[in-house]
């Protein structure tokens, strides 16, 4: 971690809650649905699809996963109901997976029940190394019952290779991305490049097998790579898609949706804005770099 990163993550506890605020503003649709659904309507006007995030995650009593459940129905209703072009995202730890691994799976049925009641889909987002495991686990379980299901996997942990050949089989729908939690060594790769080239080995290894991927990244170097292999194995743009996070680097995201490419932004929203702010800046201090370059009015900032 540079110099400059460690100054923004140990600041963060002195830095007002209204700045971080206006800073989230950028990267957070709002604290409410309707929110979130006004600003998909907005990407949809520029080209682009979307994947809602109800935030919070790590919960410790049961009442707080069922609200997030209800809210994550309400918010499949809505979509259905409005037809904006989007699908959910679901942290299970958000669902209960910290507190007992069968509430996590019950809110989860419940969930992919009713997306696929209204035709959409639900990905399982990818936490931390604990989580790994059971998580994958439960996305294959949903998968096989319901089939609208995907899952993710990070390309700084050493075991994504051999995972992918578990999701592989089963059809799954993939989310590929580079992965923000700090993890041991023992786990993950730290070198940037090495992280870059297991990232593209993921792509290429999941689209010529056939898979739908979906290239979850803001770094020209893993566009790059992803466009190299969506080149050689002439595919056309129903095979993948790319995914951005809401407010990073817009101009990668009009330049992909202007070549032709299908584009999904991640659309988080809910009162734990703030919360879900610190903890993507503590894990991930780059996100740090393009905020502050976005907030002084530069370009962004390489990833």
């Avoid at 002195?14 to 979130?36: I, M």
């Avoid at 989860?108 to 035709?119: D, F, I, P, S």
Wanted: proline share 4%; with cysteine.
């Amino acid at each position: 971690m540079s110099l400059f990163d460690r100054l923004v993550v140990g600041t963060l506890p002195f830095v007002p809650r209204a700045l971080v605020g206006r800073v989230a503003s950028r990267y957070v649709a709002g604290e409410t649905l309707e929110k979130a659904l006004d600003v998909i309507r907005t990407l949809a006007a520029e080209g682009a699809v979307a994947t809602v995030d109800v935030l919070g995650e790590s919960v410790t009593r049961r009442e707080q996963t069922e609200a997030a459940r209800d809210e994550y129905l309400r918010a499949l209703d809505a979509i259905a109901r409005t037809g904006v072009p989007a699908n959910v995202s679901v942290k299970p730890t958000a669902l209960g997976l910290a507190i007992d691994p069968a509430l996590a799976r019950e809110n989860l049925h419940a969930l992919c029940r009713k997306a696929a009641e209204v035709g959409t889909f639900v990905r399982l987002d990818m936490e931390d190394s604990p989580y790994t495991e059971a998580t994958l686990r439960l996305a294959l379980e949903l998968k096989a019952a319901f089939g609208n299901v995907g899952a993710v996997l990070q390309a700084y942990l050493r075991r994504s290779l051999g995972d992918l050949d578990r999701l592989t089989a089963a059809k799954m729908n993939v989310r590929i991305c580079k992965g923000i939690y700090v993890e041991r060594r023992e786990i993950a790769y730290r070198d940037p490049g090495v992280i870059v080239r297991n990232f593209a080995a993921l792509v290429d290894k999941h689209l010529s097998a056939g898979g739908y991927a979906a290239i979850a990244t803001h770094d020209e170097a893993c566009v790059q790579a992803a466009l190299s292999t969506i080149d050689r194995l002439k595919l056309g743009p129903e095979a993948y898609e790319f995914q951005m996070l809401l407010g990073v680097d817009p101009l990668l995201r009009k330049i992909l949706i202007g070549s032709g490419h299908r584009l999904r932004v991640y659309v988080p929203y809910g009162r734990d804005w703030y919360a879900y702010s610190t903890r993507r800046l503590k894990e991930n201090p780059s996100v740090a770099r393009h905020i502050l370059r976005a907030t002084l009015g530069l370009g962004p900032a390489s990833a």
